[in-house]
């Protein structure tokens, strides 16, 4: 395998250019999500396999590649999509699949990891403990290959076979498993069931990858509330949870962490107090938001397009924020329901703890940003806003992540093609917009480079995709951008 040796991990920004990152394509676990169990799996529908994999995530591949690792790709689509392959590139595990060293694939470092006889004894008594599982069947995965208990570790199941426990089918959003800031990664404490066992195996592979061996001494894990077994069963609030969808690193002295459906406020304090004592950045912000199911985590209400470019959503604007505090009389007939999105903006400061910094709104927030951290004076700072700020559309198109963009650089996103009120408002702002397949055709007639792709949204197709309620930004964990 050719990725043995440690590798540099470095991201201080949002929008620098994206040169390594963490992917999972979607496995055969998402195929067996059952309708009774979609919800509590996390997913809002039941997907089709074949389609969410050839018809979409496998354009996510292709573009990754181009932008992360030209060579792999360039001069080879027709034969990769020759019908004839079987998508073998796509599949790891496979002897055509693309390995690449910039587009990391999970299944492949957890298949790795596993070739070692003490760490596959470890985590298959980790894993059968939490997915109870009887000796035999513990005794029955030891005897398995490294790859394919890889593949029944994060599929649930064993080939050909009836599943043995619950597929992870969220593994595809590998943003909500750790996350990197500037050299360190800070690894999750997930708040749903059905995500435990991606942080057991996230946790193996962080810890024993050798690609990450010079960083072992930088991996945080934050602790337990102690006595924290003691809480009542409704005690949730007091519990420590952090997922990545709610950590940002917005500069390289700069954190934002969502405290969400998601995000305790715990977890939050903790953070807070790890990252200001072995000083890994300057300022941290805590975003309140409402816990609800349709905003789960920070980035699924905004993401950064460009240095003085956001995309968000109206109800956490300063108008509609200001709005919450009018008469209480019109709040009470407003069946928009934005009464329940009151903020809370905190910003905290490492050299003086009760100097603290509070914001009204998110567009304060993201213009202090965008002038004061990245330096944008000249530069009028710009909000794109979800379904173009009209109501219904707004709603709509954040439920379809439409604010949860992907940045491969300063001002070239990715997000899903049905957000169509919320492009229109790209196109106001001068943006392009560009369908995958047209680009793909540029990219392998040479008619462009990735590098010359300016100020433009990617759009992808996304029937099946959105329905795992997740965007590009969920499904990508930046290892090393450039500095901005
Ligand atoms: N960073 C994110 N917004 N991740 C989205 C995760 C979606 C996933 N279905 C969940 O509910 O957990």
């Known amino acids: 395998m050719s990725k043995k040796t440690t590798q540099k991990i470095q991201v201080n920004s949002e929008i620098g250019r994206l040169r390594k990152l963490l992917v999972h394509s979607p496995d055969s676990g998402l195929g067996k999500v059952v309708p009774s169990k979609a919800q509590d799996w996390l997913f809002e529908d039941i ?13 996510y591949t292709k573009l990754l590649l181009y932008f992360l690792d030209y060579d792999k790709i360039i ?30 694939e999970l ?19 980790s894993v059968c403990a939490i997915e109870n599982c009887n000796y035999a069947t513990q005794n029955r995965l ?29 593994f595809i959003f590998t943003r909500d498993i750790g ?17 435990t066992r991606e942080a057991l195996l996230a946790k193996y592979i962080f810890f024993n990858h050798p690609i990450f061996k010079d960083y072992r001494d930088n991996i945080i894990e934050i602790p337990d509330l102690s006595l924290s077994f003691l809480l009542p069963k409704d005690g949730d609030d ?75 959503l109206g109800n956490f604007s300063r108008k509609a924020q200001k709005g919450l505090d009018s008469d209480p009389i019109e709040q ?41 951290d990245l330096g944008c004076k000249k530069e009028e700072v710009k909000f794109i806003f979800s379904g173009n700020n009209e109501f219904p559309f707004d709603a709509r198109e954040q439920w379809t992540d439409s604010c949860n963009l992907l940045a491969l650089k300063d001002g070239v996103v990715i997000g899903y093609d ?11 702002l001068g943006f392009q917009s560009i369908e995958i397949t047209d680009l793909l055709q540029k990219f392998e007639s040479k008619a462009l480079k990735p590098d010359d792709v300016k100020d433009t949204i990617i759009l992808m197709p996304s029937a099946e995709l959105s329905r795992a309620r997740g965007g590009f930004h969920c499904m990508s964990m930046p290892l090393l951008r450039d500095d901005i």
């Open 75 to 104: 001069g080879k689509l027709s034969k990769i999509d020759d019908p004839k392959q079987n998508r073998n590139f796509f599949k790891p595990g496979k002897p055509e699949f693309h390995n690449s060293e910039y587009v990391v």
């Open 332 to 372: 009470g007939l407003d069946y928009t329901n934005r009464k329940e999105d009151k903020l809370k903006i905190i910003q905290f400061n490492r050299k003086n703890l009760n100097d603290t910094i509070h914001f009204d709104s998110l567009e304060e927030l993201l213009t202090d940003i965008s002038v004061n």
């Open 238 to 312: 007091k519990k420590v949870t952090l997922e990545g969808g709610d950590v940002m690193i917005v500069s390289k002295d700069h954190l934002l962490i969502g405290v969400s459906e998601r995000t305790s406020w715990e977890a939050a304090h903790h953070s807070i107090k790890i990252l200001f004592e072995k000083k890994i950045v300057k300022k941290i912000t805590v975003v309140k938001i409402p816990k609800k199911r349709d905003y789960m985590h920070i980035d699924t209400v905004f993401t950064q397009v460009k240095k003085n470019v956001w995309v968000m």
């Open 418 to 428: 049905r957000n169509d009120k919320t492009l229109e408002a790209f196109k106001k």
């Open 107 to 125: 299944q492949t470092l957890l298949a790795e990891i596993l070739a070692d006889s003490n760490i596959k004894n470890q985590l298959t008594a």
């Open 142 to 170: 030891q005897e398995l290959s490294s790859t394919q208990l890889a593949n029944v570790f994060i599929s649930g199941s064993i080939k050909e076979e009836a599943m043995i426990f619950a597929p992870i089918p969220n």
């Open 179 to 195: 996350i990197t800031i500037n050299n360190h990664i800070l690894l999750n404490k997930p708040a749903k069931k059905a995500r």
């Open 47 to 59: 997907v089709h396999l074949e389609t969410i994999r050839g018809k979409e995530y496998d354009y």
